[in-house]
């Protein structure tokens, strides 16, 4: 532990004793809960070098793993991840190892974000460390220089991409951990110092966006993707161990990526973990990304993602714009809250699929491919699924009240929308004025449907179904501090109902929030707010009280009360 927790004392300033020593005490825990485990691995492996502790065992360890290589992008990941931890302590029989097995096992690059940022972070680190090799030493039939210059090329392609119109697997509570490992790695062991700091900068960037969307340990707003159980028990979502690990906040959980950061040398600037923690102020945060590569059935390569997220202390409620923005697992819209762990997640969604949606994205036979795709995904066309977007579904948020509309063709193959409830709220009842209302803790839902609906109880969580396909519903969510009892919130509830409009290809609704505010909202793209037509293409890249930055900027400002930090990746220069 004095290996790696003696970075700290060099890395930041005094004033951050407190922040640090949190951190050194929860890596421990993680590096405890390895160094105390009976299995097998690499990331067991790379603990065993950093630590300098049995390394004949973490010798033994690889050397058995590597009798059958598997894992493509992940598996490059945590080879070289413990070859770089091993250093000389790994005994040159299982370096050499190492090297054959890059030479001998084929790795697949895949064809998602995530998979192509940890191939080529993987990629880069191995052709510096085994130079001046020619191509039939690598597994891909290139020169070590040749998979040096490719892999560079992606990395700063990705990362100008990302800070100039936004991620495209953008905020996946299950993929984030990617993309920040592979950062990460490189702030730790690449040679060039160029790649060293960006990708130093670029670990702060994507944790600076999970932080301005955290609550509690959970990633909360709108996603490109996440799987069940994550999407209805969001502690369980592979960013989890991340959030306790650097945030302190969720349970104490551990993950080989975990890992892997535990023992780096990179750590969280502390005005990432006071944006992460501080909740004493609700606020609005908005972040414009991006649609991955549309490859058919579109005019734009990539279409904005417009992303709206309402945080306070007790609950979030965040939203995507609607649409398809990502095949497969996108999450539209939900509310997360902090009371009755681990089920803290309302949402809704149209079960949607076709091989339109997934053409959209992937070179295959459109014919084939929602086979292909349910073979491995098996919730994908599954009515019953809880994660998918829609082309017949759009939202319209402000602060904590939102409205969801359909208007979905006859003849599509899932015609009926669906509403997610945890079973163990503390209360939920359809009112007389026709509101679900539910309490969770000190956060208040309220659920208005504009057609009609039937509930079904799924275990944990009660779907609520309506097969209308024109169709919709009110969102709102309060809490006991911004207006008092419970009672207070449900009068209030009975005296909003929305007027609306249900007939095919004229979706609409009017309706006043509860705070007095008018939203009309017209199916698919007409919002006014107040009188005043909304404008998306306002939105920046990060727009809130904690982060900002303009479309195609290269710039992100982060600010904390009287502290800034500045990532710059124009001149590659951060400032305080």
Known sequence: MCLICSPLARSQDAGNGFYLRGFAERARRVISFYDTSAQAGYAQAALCYALNKNTVRADSMINVLLKNPSGDMFWMFSTIGSYLYGGERMSGQTRAAVRNAWKTYRPYRGDTENHWCLYYASLLLASEQWQNLPGDEWFNGKTSEENYSEAKGYLIHWINLTTTIGQGEFDSPDYFPVFVSAMILLSQFAEEPAIKKRSSMM???????????????????????????????????????????YFGKGEEKSSDFALFAAISSYRLPEIIYKIATDRSTPYIHREKKRVRNVIRFGSEMNPPVYKYTYMTKDYSIGSLQGGILQPIQQHTWGVHFTSGKPYTAIFGLHPCWSGTELGMFFPEEVKQLTQDVSSSKSTYSSPDKWTGGSPYERTFQHKNTLIVL????????SDEIDGLFPANLDERFVDTSGWIISRAGDTYIGWYPLASYKIEDEGVYLRLRSHELQNGYIIEVRSKSETGPFGNFKEKLRAHIPISKMKQGSVSVRYFSIDGDKMEFMFPGKRIFNGTAVDFSRY????GPFLNAGTGSKKLTITYKDKKRVLDFQLLKVSE
């Not at 359909?406 to 193959?413: A, E, L, N, S, V």
């Not at 920046?540 to 727009?543: A, H, N, R, T, Y």
């Open 540 to 543: 920046k890249l990060f727009e």
């Open 406 to 413: 359909y208007d979905i063709p006859p003849g599509t193959k």
């Open 203 to 245: 670990a702060d960037y994507l944790f600076a966006d999970f932080a301005a969307e955290h609550l509690e340990g959970q990633y909360t707003g709108g996603f490109s993707r996440i799987y069940q159980p994550a999407v209805y028990k969001p502690l369980a979502s592979n960013a989890a161990p991340f959030a306790y690990l």
